[in-house]
């Protein structure tokens, strides 16, 4: 499953906007196994995953109908609220089809560091994945002040639909309702909330703008950005970047896979982690247990190749192949994500004759697998050098 990354957020948010969190609104999201007094019904919608209406009195108007959906490809982020101009010009740049403004910080939920993004309902969600997207429910529940979470989270997290849970920093705490599941397919946002409620918290405004530009280069956009758009401090980088499948197969030699020690090293450090719980975020004994990317990202560590953090970054860490030519040591994808189709959410680590290594879900431990072809998307043989490049 996906787990909270250590990527895009941390990087452009966590070295900048993040003394606004750390100052004003360090958000803890409680969990448990019981959601609290007052707590409403379930309702699982065609596919999504809502809690019922928390709200009598929200305008039947209060969220805009789904618009033409637009696919993100570049975050901008600064640690202040980006100026109007500066917006302006992003719009009005060749090839940008659209233009969200958010509040974006990194916070700490149910323990752990994520990206949370402040939205308005009735414009973002036509960034997000398409059953998301199409959810009324989903995002009138946000306008009505709740959180949603990522479907990782909430279900292997351990947060319950319709619970209320605390969020808030050293000043003030708020009780939030938990609305929806809901992965937004941007690997480092596990969490979002309407920019009312993300004021309330203390989070910068508009100190951020998702960039959809179907027709260019996300990475030259990039280069176009940093090159005289954006002001000083201010960082942009690719959401999505592509997964490699190259038609010829995997290279094998010049150093650019992982030598057979290395194989060795990766596949003894897995199995020295059987029997350890699964925890969602957990990357080592500290957090006691793992989840599916931390266990790789720790196994690869032992081998001295540094993995970035989440399954939909490993992805890229090296080449796509059909199962057919994986060997042992390479990386194992599905996109398993009801509320995301087509995101990488978990990965696992071939260890030769049909079975691999992974860490499964909430309530199992790492374990010794049959591989399974449900969603599966292919094998990564590893690039030691891309991944490092990758992890930042």
């Known amino acids: 499953m996906r787990e909270p990354s250590r990527r895009m957020l941390p990087m452009i948010i966590g070295v900048t906007a993040a003394t606004t969190l750390a100052v004003d609104v360090a958000v803890l999201l409680a969990h448990g196994s019981s959601s609290s007094p007052g707590a409403r019904p379930q309702t699982r919608v065609a596919g999504r995953f809502v809690a019922a209406s928390g709200s009598v009195a929200l305008s039947p108007t209060a969220v805009a109908p789904l618009g033409k959906r637009l696919t993100p490809h570049v975050l901008v982020a600064a640690p202040d609220t980006l100026p109007a101009d500066v917006v302006e ?13 958010v509040d974006a910080v990194q916070a700490v939920v149910a323990g752990k560091r994520v990206g949370l993004l402040g ?38 997290g351990g947060l319950q639909l319709g619970s209320r ?38 989070a910068p405004s508009g100190n951020a703008v998702l960039i959809s530009a179907p027709k260019v280069d996300p990475a030259k956009l990039v280069k176009r950005l940093r090159a005289g758009v954006l002001p000083k401090r201010a960082k942009a980088v690719v959401i999505d970047p592509a997964v490699d499948y190259p038609s010829a197969g995997a290279p094998s030699a010049g150093g650019q896979v992982m030598t057979a020690r290395q194989v060795r090293t990766v596949i003894e450090a897995a199995r020295s982690r059987l029997g350890w719980p699964y925890v969602w975020g957990g990357e080592s004994e500290a957090e006691g247990g793992y989840d599916c990317s931390g266990l790789m990202q720790y196994a690869f560590a032992q081998a001295g190749i540094r993995l970035p953090r989440v399954a939909a970054d490993q992805a890229r860490a090296g080449w796509v192949i059909p199962f057919e030519k994986a060997r042992p040591g390479d990386l194992l994808i599905w ?12 990965i696992a680590l071939y260890i030769g004759g049909g079975k691999m290594i992974a860490a499964p879900r909430r309530g199992t431990v790492v374990q010794v697998q049959d591989v399974y072809f449900r969603n599966f998307r292919g094998a990564v043989r590893v690039n030691p050098r891309r991944a490092a490049q990758i992890a930042y």
Request: aromatic content about 6%; charged content about 20%.
């Open 119 to 156: 939205v308005d309902p009735s414009t973002f969600r036509n960034y997000t994945p398409k059953p998301t997207a199409e959810s009324d429910a989903l995002w009138r529940n946000i306008a009505a002040g709740d959180v949603a979470v990522s479907f990782a989270m909430g279900s292997d």
């Open 89 to 101: 010009k992003i719009r009005g740049m060749k090839g940008v089809r659209g233009v969200e403004v």
């Open 335 to 346: 996109a398993n994500d009801p509320t995301a189709p087509g995101y990488i959410s978990h």
């Open 165 to 202: 849970v605390p969020i808030g920093g050293r000043q003030r705490q708020s009780q939030v309702r938990v609305g929806a599941y809901a992965t937004m397919g941007i690997a480092d946002v596990d969490a979002v909330v309407s920019r009312d409620t993300a004021r309330a918290l203390g």
